[in-house]
């Protein structure tokens, strides 16, 4: 009986291993299976050529700050009081106009001291020469000593040069007086007005803001492989954002020609540092604006892209072409179907197109759209875009 207990387990457990090994092929089958079918599988996807083309290369530009060579602050260079104004706000001004009058009390009345004080001069140097002159016509006679023709000498030297000072702190005075007219120190417009009629200020007090913004000026720092192509003298065409606003920090006038948001703002390229000529990864790029319709203002504007006047020919490939952001990886498809991922460097684009500056030759052909179930050996079934 025991006998046939035993033969029944063995028998129960070969069973069980046979169950087992039957298990562990048909995984092992399976995932073979898999494999060939997925190292058999073709994928249907999109694909150009690299090819030459023309782009107008853009650049956005988070934060660009606007500034004017010819705007400053109309300072008072005396104490006084503001009497009236001359000038109206936001307009024209020439270098030299008188923007406003001031009073000082004081300055009349130190005038009218310095003038009393000049005329006692005056008349110190009048009987000085005339002692002097009687000196030396007694010195020629011998009639007088030579230390008395010296002294008259040097007190008629003494009394000139009293008449000198006298004179020039009387000119100061002068010069105060012309000060409580202040005057425009630019061309441009009245944009602020700090103090109005009746308020007392001191030397050095700013009065009012005047500016030019017929040309504008701007920098923005760029990558080397961003400008490589620009030349001095270059423009360039600023698109602000639709959602930018019109309104004005200084509330100036509108120019003729102005069309509000959709108008064209040129800007030529004026400097480059350090320039093309030597190696940088950036460089520093200063730029005008012909500002004439007086669109701008000497502010910072946010969201505003850039993109070149003169077209440039270079070999591209489609942004979708793209890996990543960082744009430096593409797909490339070799004669039998094969994809390849391989490393590239590109410069600036277009927002469709971007430059190929190594890592690709022109007739290449790479994938473009979604990459999703792509790797390095993937075969693929490639719809050429743009002909076989």
Request: hydrophobic letters at 40%.
């Amino acid at each position: 009986m025991k006998r046939y207990f035993y033969i029944g387990i063995a028998v129960i457990m070969v069973l069980a291993l046979c169950m087992v090994g039957y298990g562990a092929w048909l995984n092992y089958s399976d995932e073979n299976q898999i494999s060939r079918r997925m190292d058999n599988r073709i994928l249907q996807l999109s694909a150009v050529k690299v090819a030459y083309r023309d782009i107008h290369p853009s650049v956005e530009l988070p934060a660009v700050r606007f500034s004017s060579e010819s705007m400053t602050d109309a300072v008072a260079l005396t104490d006084g009081r503001i009497i009236a104004w001359n000038v109206e706000k936001n307009k024209q001004v020439h270098k030299g106009d008188i923007l406003l009058s001031m009073a000082n009390e004081q300055i009349p009345l130190k005038i009218q001291q310095a003038n009393s004080a000049v005329s006692r001069a005056e008349a110190l140097l009048a009987q000085a020469y005339s002692a002097y002159q009687r000196q030396g016509r007694l010195i020629a006679k011998n009639a007088t000593s030579q230390e008395k023709y010296e002294e008259a000498q040097s007190q008629y030297l003494a009394a000139k040069e009293a008449l000198q000072e006298a004179e020039s702190q009387r000119n100061q005075f002068y010069v105060q007086e012309g000060w409580l007219n202040v005057k425009a120190p630019v061309d441009g417009e009245l944009l602020l007005i700090y103090h109005q009629a009746g308020a007392y200020v001191q030397a050095g007090t700013p009065l009012a803001l005047v500016g030019n913004f017929d040309r504008l000026s701007f920098s923005v720092n760029l990558s080397d492989s961003e400008i490589h192509h620009l030349d001095i003298g270059d423009s360039a065409y600023l698109k602000f954002p639709a959602y930018w606003s019109m309104s004005k920090a200084y509330d100036t006038d509108y120019g003729p020609g102005n069309k509000g948001g959709d108008s064209e703002i040129i800007c030529v390229l004026k400097g480059i540092v350090p320039p093309l000529s030597e190696p940088a990864k950036i460089r520093r790029t200063e730029w005008t604006v012909d500002n004439r319709i007086r669109l701008l203002e000497p502010l910072t504007y946010t969201g505003v892209t850039m993109y070149t006047g003169r077209a440039h020919h270079c070999l591209t490939v489609p942004l979708e072409a793209m890996v990543d952001l960082s744009h430096d990886k593409v797909y490339v498809v070799d004669e039998d179907g094969i994809a390849h991922n391989r490393t590239v460097k590109c410069g600036s684009d277009d927002g469709r197109y971007i430059e190929v500056l190594d890592g690709l030759s022109e007739g290449d052909i790479v994938l473009v759209g979604s990459f999703e179930g792509i790797t390095d050996g993937t075969r693929v079934d490639i719809n050429l875009q743009g002909g076989e």
